[in-house]
């Protein structure tokens, strides 16, 4: 199977998915220690990394608009 | 009388003698030269320290102790893995000026006293431009220069503030400093140049992505992580740091999303990682201070590694543009493997280095600076981004580009190959590092809850990634320059000194319009007064000036001698 293709991609995606669940199950399973309180949340990491992640490419797409120049902006 | 050449001497003194040696023996040699360095560093008693009275002045060349010996190690594994990467290298400029470059990093490092660092600091600017101008292209001549005139421009301030500080103290040792003169505040601003603080930080986006293959590699290593050093061993505890620390790792990241050229996308993950390592500067600890040199090492042998793969592209393909490239690893497998073996560590898998390292400055960002710490987690998942998935994403997988190119040559593969598994050994067996660090510390990197929760941060950013391609919402790979700092020396600056200049040109113009008529008025006026039948009132030539010169000097002789 080619690991550039849409089924291989989709399949890591689902794979991707799955690991994601069983994470934020075994949230549930040990003992926290955490600095701040909203460690506590069960899946708190996950949600951060998620919004964090979205939030930065949307924001980063929209900034696009007004730094985005030519290849030749500088002449050189 | 200096006893012991200093660490890093013998690359400069092997760059010297490099002409010399004939071009069979080259790989070996340039190979060679970075392991007896590291032996004659070795051989160097654990603290030794070695003063020179210099024109009444105290120096101190030599100073060996734990925080320098960190650097000095990783330093030399640096030099080792760029050695062995750019044995393809034919140019012997080039490969001087990585020896010089490698060498006078390393002494910097365990300079004792600001002057023999401001020499070093100098040393490491004027040998890395070659490494830039040895792409022999237009972009670099002039991205070289620019570099050049910054990192230059550290220096003289290195110089000044040092020069300060002697006359404020009467002393010129390299220690603990803080801010707390303007002497010391123009060395935290050199340091901080270097470091490549926010706004004074493009140099490094702007010269990395444009040097060789090799150089690059060797680039990523020295320049900003002396700087590192630097504010570690001068300016640990200083609280501006943490915030400074916080923005470099959180702007660079919105500009690696954006960015085309994937070297470029890796020198804005490098200063991204700064961030991490000037935040723990910053809050001082021994915990941080382990931090940032932890952060270090790791991090100069995976952004080596990532800047090795992403070269071996660019050396086999002609491009690094990601909207050109795709598909590679079926051309590329090795190369492939070790660039996600990089982006592992670089993202902080478990596992792998950046794992272990990264730990000890989240930690101490957690112990009183909260929303440091919180803006440190969203760089985390930044760096997932850019150098996790990014990087190899598109270079080595997204969509097949039809380019079959060879795999990478073997000396690069066995340089990639190292530095891969350097990167598992010290994830897998942090105590290799942690023996190394400035401070002792029986930190225990895995435990249940530090393991679930990086993966938790990592792996919903992934399906994050997942979620914004399969909605097409991931904003596509295009060919272009996105805007940065650079904006206002490039194009700002000389558009105003243009408009400076033409309007300083309209007032030469309407000044010397008017001057010149009075002139002309004037000299009207001289010849109508003339007269010309007198012998002083001609216009002479020059030779009957000269004649006359002449005339009245041997008028003169006579005399004197008659007299």
């Known amino acids: 199977m080619d690991l550039d293709g849409r089924r291989f991609g989709t399949r890591v995606f689902y794979l991707l998915a799955a690991f994601c669940a069983a994470l934020f199950l075994a949230d549930f399973l040990y003992a926290k220690h955490p600095h701040f309180e909203v460690e506590r949340w069960p899946g708190f990491y996950g949600l951060y990394g998620f919004a964090a992640y979205v939030g930065l490419v949307l924001a980063a797409k929209r900034l696009r608009r007004w730094l985005r120049r030519d290849e030749d902006y500088y002449g050189d | ?563």
């Open chain 2, 1 to 563: 009388m200096i006893e012991a050449l200093p660490p890093g001497m013998p690359l400069v003194l092997g760059a010297a003698l490099l002409p010399l040696v004939p071009r069979r023996a080259r790989s070996a040699y340039l190979i060679g030269l970075p392991l007896v360095s590291f032996a004659h560093l070795r051989a160097l008693p654990d603290d030794l320290v070695q003063e020179l009275v210099f024109f009444g002045v105290e120096l101190v060349p030599v100073r060996v102790d734990p925080l320098s010996l960190v650097f000095g190690w990783v330093f030399h594994l640096a030099a080792l893995l760029a050695a062995i990467y750019g044995l393809h290298v034919r140019d012997t400029l080039q490969q001087a000026a990585g020896l010089v470059y490698a060498g006078s990093a390393i002494a910097a490092t365990f300079a004792g006293d600001l002057i023999s660092l401001f020499v070093a600091w100098e040393a490491t600017a004027i040998a890395s431009v070659f490494l830039i101008w040895g792409s022999r292209t237009e972009r670099a001549y002039g991205s070289g220069l620019r570099y050049l005139v910054i990192q230059i421009g550290s220096g003289v301030l290195l110089l000044a503030g040092s020069a300060l500080h002697y006359v404020d103290t009467g002393s010129l040792a390299f220690e603990q400093l803080g801010v707390t003169s303007l002497g010391t505040g123009l060395i935290f601003l050199a340091f901080g140049i270097k470091a490549a603080f926010p706004l004074l930080h493009n140099w490094l986006q702007d010269a990395y992505p444009e040097a060789t293959v090799a150089g690059t590699v060797l680039l990523s290593a020295f320049t900003t992580k002396l700087a590192i050093y630097a504010l570690a061993r001068g300016f640990a505890g200083t609280p501006i740091l943490v915030p400074i620390g916080a923005a470099m790792t959180a702007f660079p990241v919105f500009y690696a999303v954006l960015e085309n050229d994937l070297r470029r996308v890796l020198a804005y993950s490098l200063n991204n990682q700064l961030g991490f390592m000037v935040v723990g500067v910053g809050i001082g600890t021994e915990m941080a201070l382990n931090g940032t040199a932890a952060h270090a090492f790791a991090h100069i042998i995976y952004k080596a590694l990532l800047f090795m793969a992403m070269g071996a592209v660019l050396f086999r393909t002609g491009t690094i543009r990601a909207s050109d490239l795709g598909g590679l690893y079926r051309s590329m497998p090795w190369t492939a493997a070790f660039c996600l073996v990089g982006s592992a560590s670089i993202a902080a898998f478990p596992l792998f280095s950046g794992f272990v390292a990264k730990a000890f400055v989240m930690n101490a960002a957690a112990e009183g600076f909260p929303l440091t710490f919180f803006v440190l987690l969203f760089a985390s998942a930044g760096v997932m981004d850019h150098s996790g998935i990014k990087i190899p994403y598109f270079a080595f997988f997204a969509h097949d580009s039809g380019r079959r190119v060879a795999e990478a040559p073997w000396h690069m593969r066995i340089a990639m190959g190292i530095a891969a598994l350097l990167c598992i050994v010290i994830g897998v067996y942090p105590a290799a590092l942690y023996g190394l660090l400035p401070f002792p510390t029986d930190y225990v990197p895995y435990d249940t809850a530090h393991v679930v929760t990086q993966l938790q941060l990592l792996l919903f950013a992934a399906l994050g990634f997942g979620v914004l391609m399969r909605t097409g919402v991931y904003p596509p790979e295009v060919r272009s320059v996105n805007l940065d700092f650079d904006w206002f020396y490039r194009r700002a600056a000389p558009a105003l000194i243009g408009m400076g200049v033409r309007a300083l040109e309209r007032t030469r113009d309407a000044l010397s319009s008017g001057a010149w008529r009075g002139i002309e008025r004037a000299a009207q006026e001289a010849s109508r007064r003339r007269v010309p039948q007198r012998l002083l009132g001609e216009s002479w030539r020059t030779g009957t000036g000269a004649l006359w010169a002449v005339l009245l000097l041997a008028a003169y002789l006579l005399l004197y001698y008659a007299g």
